[in-house]
């Protein structure tokens, strides 16, 4: 009888309705978790009966019932925090975890270290990342983010560079090591590093010997110089700068490098002085040190030693690295947070948490740095919010609710039929 056909449809309508309020209450109740994706109920007609068999035409329908649940995967807003281990993910992709049941992937990107130097999430779960080499680059070997060691060792001045420029108007000197000052056309100090660490301060004197051509000599007090005398200073390198007819510098020329510092430092040590690249180095002179007619002066110089340096701060940049800065100044990348990306984010398996694992559908994790192939770009101090709009939920809340009371009507209107029936026999 078609009155209990519209029992059963109805029924269908009040089951669909219902299960499509708990996809919206879902929605509702992680409005605030980090990193969550919205989910939407999708519905399929019920097919029962065709009047007229395979030839199709009149076909009587048998109701309703929740087809799809749909992950809604854009991309939620993005809020600045204070934690530098808070990451966001703008664009594509997922963070990649250790969990207890194989790799997990997360848009939820609240991070610290753990007790043992580890990038963990919230559950302890080891974040993924790339890992770099002994040069400090960026590898594809994906593993476990780790601190280490705290602490790095010191690391002797091994190079040393300047960029500066030598007053061609100068006089020719002849120096005197007993009187440097008096006797050089210019100076300029540099603090250097020995083999354990030491801070040692030299000083480069320069003089002309002729048009074009300049003597340099680095040296040392007698303090710092194994058998010195302190107040005398020692030389410890020497050479010469050869200037073209334009101020180019056309060459440079060792003649001396040995650093014997006391205080348990090593004997001989090397540091590798550099002007800049000469034409003789293949250079065109543009970046290198000048013989200009005017004031001689150094616009900037460095060297790569340092002090036995600890930890002091941690920071992540926008393309994922993470960085140490160490008090002595040293700065070094630990790693680089790995980016998973998936052919079809929707086919992904909720586990909770804030986790998804792979599936069939989704296709397997290929794993990138941030930014590249289509993955997203890396914020730190920053985390995603959920992309539940509350607002359309709750049309959503009241249109479901409008559906289930329309369904319960028709079951109350096929009840009020059978009832007309059952009343034919009085």
Same mark, same amino acid.
């Given at each position: 009888?078609?009155?209990l056909?519209?029992f059963?449809i109805?029924?269908?309508?009040?089951?669909?309705?219902g299960?499509g309020?708990s996809?919206i209450?879902?929605?509702?109740?992680?409005?605030?978790?980090?990193?969550f994706?919205?989910?939407?109920a999708?519905?399929?007609d019920v097919l029962?009966?065709?009047l007229?068999g395979?030839?199709?035409g009149?076909?009587?329908?048998?109701?309703? %019932?929740?087809g799809?649940?749909?992950a @809604?995967? =854009? &991309?939620?807003?993005?809020? !600045?925090t204070?934690s530098? $281990?808070?990451l #966001?993910l703008?664009?594509n992709?997922?963070f990649r975890v250790?969990?207890p049941f194989?790799y997990?992937?997360?848009r939820?990107?609240?991070?610290?270290f753990?007790?043992?130097g580890?990038?963990?999430?919230?559950d302890g779960?080891?974040?993924?990342g790339? %890992?770099?080499?002994?040069?400090?680059? @960026?590898t =594809? &070997?994906v593993?476990p983010? !780790?601190?280490?060691n705290t $602490?790095?060792p #010191?690391?002797a001045?091994?190079?040393a560079?300047?960029s500066?420029?030598?007053?061609s108007?100068?006089?020719?000197?002849q120096?005197?090591i007993?009187?440097?000052e008096?006797?050089?056309?210019f100076?300029?100090?540099l603090?250097?590093?020995d083999n354990?660490?030491?801070?040692r301060l030299?000083?480069?004197?320069y003089n002309k010997?002729a048009?074009n051509?300049?003597?340099y000599r680095?040296? #040392?007090?007698?303090?710092?110089?194994?058998g010195?005398?302190?107040?005398?200073m020692v030389?410890m390198?020497a050479g010469k700068?050869?200037?073209?007819?334009?101020g180019?510098?056309q060459e440079?020329q060792?003649?001396?490098n040995?650093f014997?510092?006391?205080?348990g430092?090593?004997p001989?040590?090397?540091?590798?002085?550099?002007?800049?690249e000469?034409?003789a180095?293949?250079g065109d002179?543009?970046d290198a040190?000048t013989?200009?007619g005017s004031?001689s002066t150094?616009a900037r110089?460095n060297q790569d030693?340092?002090?036995?340096?600890?930890l002091?701060?941690?920071s992540f940049?926008?393309?994922?690295?993470?960085t140490a800065?160490?008090d002595n100044?040293v700065?070094?990348?630990?790693?680089?947070?790995?980016?998973?990306?998936?052919e079809?984010n929707?086919?992904?398996f909720?586990v909770?948490k804030n986790l998804f694992?792979?599936s069939?559908?989704s296709?397997q994790a290929?794993?990138?740095?941030?930014?590249e192939?289509?993955r997203?770009?890396?914020?730190?101090?920053s985390?995603?919010?959920?992309n539940?709009?509350?607002?359309?939920?709750?049309v959503?809340l009241?249109?479901t609710?409008?559906n289930?009371?329309?369904?319960?009507?028709?079951l109350?209107?096929?009840d009020?039929?059978?009832q007309e029936?059952?009343?034919?026999k009085?």
């Open positions: 009888m078609g009155i056909r519209s059963n109805g029924v269908s309508g009040l089951s669909a309705m299960s309020l996809v209450s879902d929605n509702i109740a992680n409005a605030g978790t980090f990193g994706k919205s989910s939407r999708e519905f399929q029962a009966k065709s007229k395979i030839d199709g009149d076909q009587l329908g048998a109701g309703v %019932k929740l799809h649940i749909k @809604i995967m =854009n &991309q939620g807003d993005v809020a !600045r204070e530098i $281990t808070d #966001a703008n664009g992709g997922f250790e969990a194989g997990g992937y997360t939820d990107g609240s991070m610290n753990d007790k043992e580890y990038l963990v999430n919230g779960y080891k974040v993924q790339f %890992k770099v080499d002994e040069d400090g680059d @960026i =594809n &070997q593993g983010i !780790r601190l280490g $602490t790095i #010191a690391a001045t091994e190079n560079d300047f500066m420029n030598l007053d108007r100068a006089p020719v000197k120096f005197n007993a009187e440097p008096e006797t050089s056309n100076s300029h100090s603090t250097v590093y354990v660490g030491t801070a030299v000083t480069v004197y010997t048009n051509n300049w003597d680095v040296l #040392a007090d007698g303090k710092d110089a194994a010195g005398v302190a107040g005398q030389e390198a700068l050869i200037f073209n007819d334009k180019v510098l440079e060792e003649t001396s040995s014997n510092f006391n205080q430092a090593a001989g040590q090397k540091i590798k002085f550099s002007w800049g000469s034409i180095e293949g002179g543009l040190t013989q200009y004031d150094v110089h030693g340092a002090t036995a340096g600890t002091g701060s941690l940049n926008d393309d994922g690295i993470l800065v160490y100044g700065s070094r990348s630990i790693a680089s947070i790995a980016v998973a990306k998936f079809n929707e086919g992904l909720k909770g694992k792979e069939r559908k296709g290929s794993m990138g740095k941030p930014g192939s289509g997203g770009e890396i914020l730190s101090k985390i995603e919010l959920s539940v709009d509350i607002a359309t939920e709750f959503e009241m249109k609710q409008r289930f009371s329309a369904n319960a009507k028709t109350q209107t096929s009020q039929m059978l029936v059952l009343q034919i009085r």
